[in-house]
């Protein structure tokens, strides 16, 4: 079919305007496009000139390949004439730009939680103590941190690990304060020892349990009252602090003033006094020595308040939580709020004024988290526990890696920098651009013909070897650097696995239907072809990825759907001289109701079968 002049006309302007981005490839392609509108629509008619020579036949036309080199070219000038007409800039999402624009926003993040860490508090304990939010109904999430949850048997080896001195030496847990305290009290004995506390002498007196087996000894000392006689009961724990360390002194005081005073100015000033001039330097004095932590007064619900207790409400206890903050800041002591949102989180009160059974086990998370993490380091506990330094190999390795982003700095630098700063200065004088000594096409009227495009097969030198390695390694040392950056640093704030369908299928719905406006055509036909065979195995990763970040596998459905595409199976252990059972079940087995001799090495419940 030969071209009128109408369609050279339009070829020829596609041709100028995209210029410079038809590579040689697309050139030879847009050679022999014709252009026509119908019904307003451009449609783009792609055949070889009836007179064209040999060497304008299409490439790849006479081997009778089933993929020619005509083809991709013809499709790539497709694309070109859809980007040229399409109002949606199309041809800028290309998989380059798209990496730029990751890495982009890799860095914006650095700098961002850059700032946020030099700026804000880096102390993963203030985190823990002071910020967090609920996670569904029974999983309380700090800011910025991961929180273990202790088990009583794990609890019990923390207190072993902790303990100051010899396995003589007495250690003990001391509690100070009022009803608020003496609850945390009884729900930290009965966790880690199984039994409550008994109060022989009534409840608003002192109790001391011991639990021989840790060798340790919990202590509630009866103070609801922020005066003289709770300073010297904490000036008598100081002082006898080598006979009997404490490993950590909880106290807490401010409702029962509320409640004896009736609201009155006169007694906030005075707790507000008493605060700043009696408890803080004794305070100071013991935080100094050991764990000391204040717990800030939880809110109340007022409509389950007894008639004895109505005075108390939210607005005074905000006024006494604020003179204690007050009044210990800059002290050796650890003001702890998040039981306080946490007595909003749960509201699982019975009384309105004491914490519940779920939002007290989750203040002895919180108060565990704080004092065994150091010595315990759970992998999966970021809070008050300080990152491991980097071992040799690891220097090692990114010293070598920073070498080579060096050296790929350098190549980059000599290769484009000459040409990027011409480029510069003669687009602000207006001149035509450099581009490595070479020149565009001048002749935009001509027609572009295969015989224009065909260029010669460049062989790289060694210099562009090693440039193109250089760069690789020099992209894999900031991935990997960036890997030690999240993984072995608390520079990024960290959260722990939780899932929610929300978390799960969100992604999920979204890569869906984002995918389903970017397809690529495939020239194989036969089932299961390496196009098909590779978008699988992607979709496979990125769920399989989705599945791990949002704590899929806590969901038994989830879990077993996501096991079926594991290739092992259970397999069964016996030794070489054990008979199989006359009533050996392949279903018993595989589902492990038989357990047998472990053997030296692991096979199926088919070979046993067959055996």
């Known amino acids: 079919?030969?071209?009128?002049?109408?369609?050279?006309?339009?070829?020829?302007?596609?041709?100028?305007?995209?210029?410079?981005?038809?590579?040689?490839?697309?050139?030879e392609a847009a050679a022999h496009l014709s252009i026509s509108r119908s019904a307003g629509n451009l449609t783009a008619v792609v055949g070889p000139s009836d007179s064209a020579t040999e060497e304008?036949?299409?490439?790849?036309?006479?081997?009778?390949?089933?993929?020619?080199?005509?083809?991709?070219?013809?499709?790539?000038?497709r694309s070109l004439i859809f980007a040229a007409t399409s109002p949606i800039p199309f041809h800028y999402v290309t998989m380059r730009n798209i990496k730029l624009f990751a890495f982009l926003l890799i860095l914006v993040f650095i700098i961002y939680h850059g700032v946020q860490r030099n700026l804000g508090n880096p102390d993963s304990c203030q985190w823990l103590l002071r910020t967090g939010r609920l996670q569904g109904n029974t999983v309380w999430q700090p800011d910025g941190c991961m929180m273990h949850s202790y088990t009583h048997a794990q609890s019990r080896v923390c207190v072993r690990r902790t303990r100051h001195g010899s396995s003589s030496q007495a250690n003990s847990l001391v509690f100070i304060g009022d009803s608020r305290i003496r609850y945390l009290f009884n729900y930290t004995v009965l966790?880690?020892?199984?039994?409550?506390?008994?109060?022989?002498?009534?409840?608003?007196?002192?109790?001391?349990?011991?639990?021989?087996?840790?060798?340790?000894?919990?202590?509630?000392?009866?103070?609801?009252?922020?005066?003289?006689?709770?300073?010297?009961r904490v000036e008598e724990v100081s002082a006898s602090i080598d006979a009997d360390f404490?490993?950590?002194?909880?106290?807490?005081?401010?409702?029962?003033?509320?409640?004896?005073?009736?609201?009155?100015?006169?007694?906030f000033e005075g707790y507000r006094s008493n605060m700043s001039s009696l408890l803080a330097p004794a305070m100071d004095a013991l935080g100094k020595r050991a764990k000391l932590v204040w717990m800030q007064q939880e809110p109340v619900f007022e409509r389950l308040l007894s008639p004895e207790r109505k005075m108390i409400d939210n607005g005074q206890i905000g006024r006494y939580n604020w003179a204690a903050e007050e009044a210990l800041r800059g002290k050796a002591v650890q003001v702890m709020h998040a039981n306080h949102l946490l007595f909003w989180y749960t509201a699982?009160?019975?009384?309105?004024?004491?914490?519940?059974?779920?939002?007290?086990?989750?203040?002895?998370?919180?108060?565990?988290?704080?004092?065994?993490?150091h010595e315990m380091r759970?992998?999966?506990?970021?809070?008050?526990?300080?990152?491991e330094p980097l071992h040799s190999l690891q220097i090692a390795s990114l010293s070598v890696f920073a070498v080579f982003v060096v050296i790929a700095v350098v190549l980059f630098v000599r290769r484009h920098g000459t040409v990027v700063f011409r480029n510069m200065t003669m687009r602000w004088r207006r001149q035509a651009l450099y581009n490595n000594g070479s020149r565009e096409f001048e002749d935009h009227e001509k027609l572009l013909t295969v015989k224009d495009a065909k260029l010669g097969k460049r062989t790289k030198s060694?210099?562009?070897?090693?440039?193109?390695?250089?760069?690789?390694?020099?992209?894999?040392?900031?991935?990997?650097?960036?890997?030690?950056?999240?993984?072995?640093?608390?520079?990024?704030?960290?959260?722990?696995?939780?899932?929610?369908?929300?978390?799960?299928?969100?992604?999920?719905?979204?890569?869906?239907?984002?995918?389903?406006?970017?397809?690529?055509?495939?020239?194989?036909?036969?089932?299961?072809?390496?196009?098909?065979?590779?978008?699988?195995?992607?979709?496979?990763?990125?769920?399989?990825?989705?599945?791990?970040?949002?704590?899929?596998?806590?969901?038994?459905?989830i879990y077993v759907g996501f096991r079926s595409f594991r290739v092992d199976r259970p397999s069964i252990v016996i030794r070489p001289n054990d008979a199989v059972p006359s009533d050996f079940s392949f279903a018993d087995a595989y589902a492990g109701s038989r357990v047998l001799v472990p053997f030296s090495q692991r096979i199926r419940p088919l070979y046993v079968l067959l055996a």
């Not at 036949?57 to 499709?75: E, I, N, R």
């Open 378 to 387: 759970h992998r999966d506990a970021t809070c008050c526990v300080t990152p």
């Open 246 to 267: 404490p490993v950590m002194v909880i106290m807490g005081s401010g409702t029962w003033t509320i409640k004896s005073t009736n609201q009155t100015d006169k007694a």
């Open 1 to 27: 079919m030969r071209t009128t002049e109408m369609d050279r006309q339009n070829s020829s302007k596609i041709s100028s305007d995209f210029n410079s981005s038809l590579n040689a490839e697309a050139a």
């Open 348 to 373: 699982d009160s019975e009384d309105g004024i004491h914490q519940g059974n779920e939002s007290l086990r989750l203040t002895l998370q919180i108060l565990l988290n704080y004092h065994c993490n």
């Open 462 to 557: 060694r210099y562009d070897v090693i440039c193109e390695t250089s760069f690789a390694l020099a992209k894999l040392g900031f991935i990997m650097g960036y890997f030690v950056l999240c993984d072995r640093t608390d520079f990024f704030k960290k959260e722990n696995k939780y899932y929610s369908n929300v978390n799960f299928f969100v992604p999920l719905t979204y890569i869906f239907l984002v995918g389903m406006f970017f397809s690529e055509r495939s020239d194989q036909t036969v089932l299961l072809h390496r196009d098909q065979t590779d978008e699988w195995k992607g979709w496979m990763q990125f769920v399989i990825l989705v599945y791990h970040m949002t704590a899929g596998s806590t969901k038994l459905p």
């Open 56 to 77: 304008e036949q299409p490439v790849g036309k006479k081997d009778g390949g089933k993929q020619s080199v005509w083809q991709a070219k013809m499709s790539r000038a």
């Open 191 to 232: 966790s880690l020892t199984g039994s409550a506390p008994v109060y022989p002498n009534g409840k608003h007196h002192d109790v001391s349990v011991s639990d021989p087996g840790v060798n340790l000894t919990f202590k509630f000392f009866w103070h609801p009252y922020a005066d003289d006689s709770m300073k010297r």
